[in-house]
């Protein structure tokens, strides 16, 4: 069995998420094996500055490489689906950066040929992977606070008012909730007993056609509802709560979140704590290598499933549609 630091990475995309991955890699004493780039000269200039032994001028040249056993995907969303594909048909592991698909048919493909080839996909989604919400799951299930309840979430984020920006561009499946909302209910469902089967959603679209805010209510048959507010043009807390019988959770800047406060009904409060923030990456790194060397499934894709299947629905309901869908 290969030594975690044997584990060649490849890197799909030479940008400033690569560049912070690749930071995680070396500090958790992984390979930074090799860099993939349309341009080869901001591939060498990548290699060079971030201590990576390989530079390629092209995505398919780099997966020709067999040394690379991992794929970091790292490109704008609407592509991952192309790329995916491209590095599972190289037979390479996989992990990629949120949204993982435009949509569930794209993941669906990308994971029946996972499996099929007995390689693993992940979506580097980084609340799947902090350990404060391991214990919070945890502390959720044990009942301390009652039954669960109700799982409000907050994320404004505002953009420039550009039409011509990625953020806004239909044709790079553009909007907040596959930019945010993919957070958002990221933190939702690994709270809610089941997958939510009632789904009531508005929504306010720019102009290009994309959503730039909406309001979505969840709930499942475990009568767990769940209130999701989303905007591009205004800022709003990155704050979840999970309310119970007992006390709710506050959970602020909750996409890499290291420590919550618990408030009892008679007002008392605790704080719990877990992980570091600023090891984010390290987490997403160190769980995906174990799977690889270990030949375990991904433990978070059902959760991935679930939350590209909500934000499809969504949109159903929008009659906001990409390219090609």
């Given at each position: 069995?290969?030594?975690?630091?044997?584990?060649?990475?490849?890197?799909?995309?030479?940008?400033a998420i690569a560049e912070k991955f690749v930071q995680a890699l070396?500090?958790?004493?992984?390979?930074?094996?090799?860099?993939?780039?349309?341009?080869?000269?901001?591939?060498?200039?990548?290699?060079?500055?971030?201590?990576?032994?390989?530079?390629?001028?092209?995505?398919?040249?780099?997966?020709?490489?067999?040394?690379?056993?991992?794929?970091?995907?790292?490109?704008?969303?609407?592509?991952?689906?192309?790329?995916?594909?491209?590095?599972?048909?190289?037979?390479?592991?996989?992990?990629?950066?949120?949204?993982?698909?435009?949509?569930?048919?794209?993941?669906?493909?990308?994971?029946?040929?996972?499996?099929?080839?007995?390689l693993i996909v992940s979506e580097a989604m980084t609340i799947f992977?902090?350990?404060?919400?391991?214990?919070?799951?945890?502390?959720?299930?044990?009942?301390?606070?009652?039954?669960?309840?109700?799982?409000?979430?907050?994320?404004?984020?505002?953009?420039?008012?550009?039409?011509?920006?990625?953020?806004?561009?239909?044709?790079?499946?553009?909007?907040?909730?596959?930019?945010?909302?993919?957070?958002?209910?990221?933190?939702?469902?690994?709270?809610?007993?089941?997958q939510p089967n009632e789904v009531l959603t508005t929504v306010k679209?720019?102009?290009?056609?994309?959503?730039?805010?909406?309001?979505?209510?969840?709930?499942?048959?475990?009568?767990?509802?769940?209130?999701?507010?989303?905007?591009?043009?205004?800022?709003?807390?990155?704050?979840?709560?999970?309310?119970?019988?007992?006390?709710?959770?506050?959970?602020?800047?909750?996409?890499?979140?290291?420590?919550?406060?618990?408030?009892?009904?008679?007002?008392?409060?605790?704080?719990?704590?877990?992980?570091?923030?600023?090891?984010?990456?390290?987490?997403?790194?160190?769980?995906?290598?174990?799977?690889?060397?270990?030949?375990?499934?991904?433990?978070?894709?059902?959760?991935?499933?679930?939350?590209?299947?909500?934000?499809?629905?969504?949109?159903?309901?929008?009659?906001?549609?990409?390219?090609?869908?």
């Open positions: 069995m290969k030594n975690l630091k044997n584990v060649n990475w490849g890197i799909l995309g030479p940008g070396h500090e958790v004493n992984g390979s930074a094996y090799a860099v993939g780039s349309r341009s080869f000269e901001k591939a060498k200039r990548f290699a060079k500055e971030h201590g990576v032994d390989q530079a390629y001028g092209s995505y398919e040249e780099m997966l020709k490489d067999e040394a690379i056993d991992a794929v970091y995907i790292s490109t704008p969303h609407s592509n991952h689906y192309e790329y995916m594909m491209k590095t599972l048909h190289a037979g390479k592991h996989i992990l990629c950066e949120k949204a993982i698909t435009v949509n569930g048919t794209q993941l669906k493909e990308v994971l029946a040929l996972a499996e099929e080839k007995n992977h902090m350990p404060l919400y391991k214990k919070l799951r945890g502390i959720v299930q044990t009942g301390k606070l009652g039954p669960l309840k109700m799982v409000q979430v907050t994320f404004g984020s505002c953009k420039e008012n550009d039409p011509s920006n990625r953020f806004f561009n239909k044709e790079l499946a553009g909007g907040a909730l596959l930019d945010i909302g993919t957070y958002a209910l990221s933190f939702v469902r690994p709270f809610l007993t089941s679209t720019y102009d290009t056609g994309v959503d730039e805010q909406s309001g979505i209510i969840l709930k499942n048959d475990h009568e767990e509802m769940a209130v999701v507010s989303l905007t591009f043009r205004a800022k709003m807390p990155k704050r979840g709560i999970v309310a119970c019988e007992k006390g709710f959770i506050t959970v602020e800047d909750f996409p890499r979140a290291d420590k919550a406060t618990m408030t009892y009904v008679d007002g008392t409060t605790e704080e719990v704590q877990a992980g570091e923030s600023g090891k984010a990456l390290h987490y997403e790194i160190e769980n995906m290598q174990e799977a690889i060397l270990n030949g375990t499934p991904d433990a978070t894709q059902t959760l991935t499933r679930d939350v590209m299947e909500l934000m499809d629905e969504v949109r159903g309901q929008w009659g906001v549609r990409y390219e090609g869908e």
